[in-house]
C-alpha cells in the first residue's frame, strides 16, 4: 500500500465528508451507508473507516469541522464584539455567510430540516449540541453585558433574556431562509430585525 502524506490523508479525510454531507442531503441520514458514501468517491468502505467508526463519527466530524470553520472567519473578522453595532455587524456577517456560501447553507439545511434526530442520537450527541448552542448564546450575552456596562444599553434589561430572545431570533430567519420563506436576503431581515433590538434598549440621553 502506498504510504499517504500527511496532506493528502487530510485531503481524503475533507473528500468524505463532503460526501456523505452530499448523500445525506440527496438520500437522508438514514438511508445512507458507508458504502454509498465510499462508492461516491472512488474509495473502499475500509478506507472510510480508516478515518472514521461509523455514520455518527461521520455527522459528529461534519458539525464540529463547520462550527470551527465557522469560528475561524467569524475570529477573522471579528474575534469579540463588544457594541450593540459590532453584534449586529458579527450577525451581518454570518448572514452574508448565509447567503452566499452553498456548501454553508447546504449543511444548515440538512442539520436543522433533513436529518433525523432520534432520542438515542440526541443523547449521543448532548455534548456537541450544547456546545454549539452555548457559544453563539455567550457571544451575545457578552456583548449585551458589555455595552451595559459602558451605558450604551439600559440598566433595566435582562441581558440573559435578551440573549436567548435574539439567539431565538436569529435561528427563527435563518430556519426561513432555508425554506425559502423571505422573498428579500438574509441579510436584509437581520438588519431591519438589529435595528428594531437597538432602538427598543440603548440608552437615549436626551
Avoid at 5 to 12: P, R, V
Avoid at 80 to 105: I, W, Y
Avoid at 133 to 143: F, K
Avoid at 169 to 193: A, D
Wanted: proline share 2%; aromatic share 10%; charged share 25%.
Amino acid at each position: 500500500m502506498v504510504r499517504r502524506t500527511k496532506e493528502e490523508a487530510e485531503q481524503t479525510r475533507k473528500d468524505i465528508l463532503q460526501a456523505a454531507l452530499d448523500m445525506f442531503c440527496e438520500k437522508g441520514y438514514t438511508r445512507t451507508t458507508l458504502d454509498d458514501i465510499a462508492k461516491s468517491i472512488n474509495l473502499t468502505k475500509g478506507a472510510v473507516y480508516w478515518y472514521f467508526r461509523n455514520k455518527p463519527d461521520i455527522l459528529k466530524a461534519l458539525m464540529l469541522e463547520d462550527f470551527k470553520n465557522t469560528q475561524a472567519k467569524l475570529d477573522s473578522f471579528m474575534s469579540s464584539p463588544q457594541t450593540l453595532p459590532e453584534l449586529k455587524q458579527h450577525f451581518m456577517f454570518l448572514a452574508e455567510m448565509v447567503d452566499t456560501d452553498n456548501n454553508f447553507r447546504k449543511l444548515l439545511y440538512f442539520l436543522l430540516l433533513q436529518m433525523e434526530w432520534s432520542t438515542g442520537l440526541i443523547n449521543s450527541f448532548q455534548d456537541v449540541i450544547e456546545e454549539l448552542s452555548r457559544r453563539p448564546r455567550q457571544t451575545i450575552e457578552d456583548a449585551l453585558t458589555s455595552a451595559q456596562n459602558s451605558g450604551q444599553i439600559v440598566s433595566t434589561v435582562d441581558v440573559k433574556a435578551l440573549a436567548c430572545t435574539i439567539h431565538a431570533v436569529w435561528h427563527g430567519l435563518v430556519m426561513n431562509k432555508l425554506q425559502h420563506l423571505n422573498s428579500v436576503s438574509l441579510r436584509q431581515t437581520v438588519n431591519y430585525s438589529f435595528d428594531f433590538f437597538i432602538n427598543a434598549i440603548i440608552s437615549r440621553k436626551d
